[in-house]
C-alpha cells in the first residue's frame, strides 16, 4: 500500500504496452468452446492485433463489430480496475500516514467494497477475488479459481503475468482479471502471522476467525480484480 506513490497501482499488470500484458487467454473449458464462430474470429482477431499490433486489432470486414465492441468492454474493465485500484491505494496510504495498521484494516473492509459498488454500473461489475482470501465473500468463483490458479503457476514458472479475458458467450458478457501483485506495504496485513503488528493480528482474528491471506511474500499473487461486462451482442457478426 504504502508503495502507492511509487510503483504502479495496486500492483495491477494490464497495462497496454507493457511485455507479454496484452496476451489474450482463450479458456480452454469446453463447455465454453460453444462461441458462434464469429465470436471466437472476434476473439482471435484481437488477439493478433494485440500481440502484433501494440494492441490495436486488425480490422477484419467479418468481425470488425465484435472487435469493437470487445475492445469497448475491455477498455471498460481495464479502466475499473485502475480505478478500483487507485482510489484502494490512496484510502489505505493515507490511513497509514494518519494512523496505526490496525484502523488501516477498515479501508479494506468498508472502503473496498464501497468503491467496488460505485465502480459497479452500467453493465460492469467489479469485485476483488483471491485463492487465498481474507473474506469468504472475496472467494473465486469457478472461473476465477481456474484462471487464479494458471497464474499462480505461471508466475511460479518465472513467466510474465498477463490480464485474463474471456467472452461468456452464453451470458453475454465479457470476464476480465486483472492480477494483483503483493508490495511491501501490504506485508503489514497480509505478510507472515508472526511479524504482523499486534494490534493488527488482534484485529485480524476478531473480524477474520478463517483468514487465509498472511504468509505471503512480496512478488506474491495476491489475487485480481474480477470484472464483468454485459456486451449487447458478444459474438456479433
Ligand atoms: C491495513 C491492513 C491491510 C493492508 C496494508 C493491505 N490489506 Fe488487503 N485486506 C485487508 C483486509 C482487512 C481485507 C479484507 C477486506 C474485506 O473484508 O473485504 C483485505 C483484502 C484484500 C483483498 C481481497 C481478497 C481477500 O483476501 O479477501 C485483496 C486482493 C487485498 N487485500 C490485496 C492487498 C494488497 C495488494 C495490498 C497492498 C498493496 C493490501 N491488500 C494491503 C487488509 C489490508
Redesign the pocket.
Known amino acids: 500500500?504504502?508503495?502507492?506513490q511509487q510503483g504502479a497501482p495496486?500492483?495491477v499488470l494490464s497495462k497496454r504496452g507493457e511485455a507479454g500484458a496484452c496476451e489474450v487467454y482463450l479458456a480452454d473449458d469446453p463447455s465454453r468452446r460453444r462461441f458462434p464462430a464469429a465470436g471466437i474470429a472476434a476473439a482471435v482477431v484481437l488477439a493478433v492485433g494485440l500481440v502484433t499490433g501494440g494492441c490495436r486489432p486488425e480490422p477484419d470486414r467479418q468481425a470488425q463489430a465484435g472487435v469493437t465492441e470487445l475492445e469497448a468492454a475491455l477498455d471498460r474493465a481495464r479502466s475499473a480496475s485502475a480505478e478500483l485500484?487507485r482510489r484502494?491505494?490512496t484510502a489505505?496510504g493515507e490511513?497509514?500516514a494518519s494512523g496505526a495498521?490496525?484502523?488501516?484494516?477498515?479501508?479494506?473492509?468498508?472502503i473496498?467494497?464501497a468503491a467496488a459498488n460505485e465502480l459497479s454500473r452500467d453493465g460492469l461489475a467489479i469485485r476483488?477475488?483471491?485463492l487465498?482470501?481474507?473474506?469468504?465473500?472475496?472467494?473465486p468463483d469457478p472461473w476465477e479459481r481456474v484462471w487464479l490458479e494458471r497464474l499462480e503457476a505461471r508466475l511460479a514458472a518465472g513467466e510474465p503475468l498477463q490480464e485474463v479475458h474471456e467472452i461468456d458467450a452464453a451470458r453475454g458478457e465479457l470476464r476480465y482479471l486483472g492480477p494483483?501483485?503483493?508490495?511491501?506495504?501490504?506485508?503489514?496485513?497480509?505478510g507472515a502471522e508472526d511479524e504482523l503488528d499486534s494490534d493488527?493480528r488482534e484485529?485480524?482474528a476478531r473480524?477474520?476467525p478463517d483468514?487465509?491471506?498472511t504468509g505471503f511474500a512480496a512478488g506474491d499473487l495476491?489475487?485480481?480484480?474480477s470484472v464483468r461486462v454485459a456486451m449487447d451482442s458478444p459474438a456479433s457478426d
Open positions: 500500500m504504502v508503495s502507492g495496486y500492483g485500484g484502494l491505494m489505505l490511513q497509514l495498521p490496525a484502523t488501516a484494516i477498515g479501508v479494506c473492509s468498508e473496498a467494497p476483488r477475488t483471491s487465498r482470501y481474507r473474506n469468504p465473500g472475496n472467494a494483483i501483485l503483493v508490495g511491501p506495504g501490504c506485508l503489514r496485513c497480509h493488527v484485529q485480524l473480524h477474520y483468514d487465509r491471506a495476491r489475487g485480481a480484480f
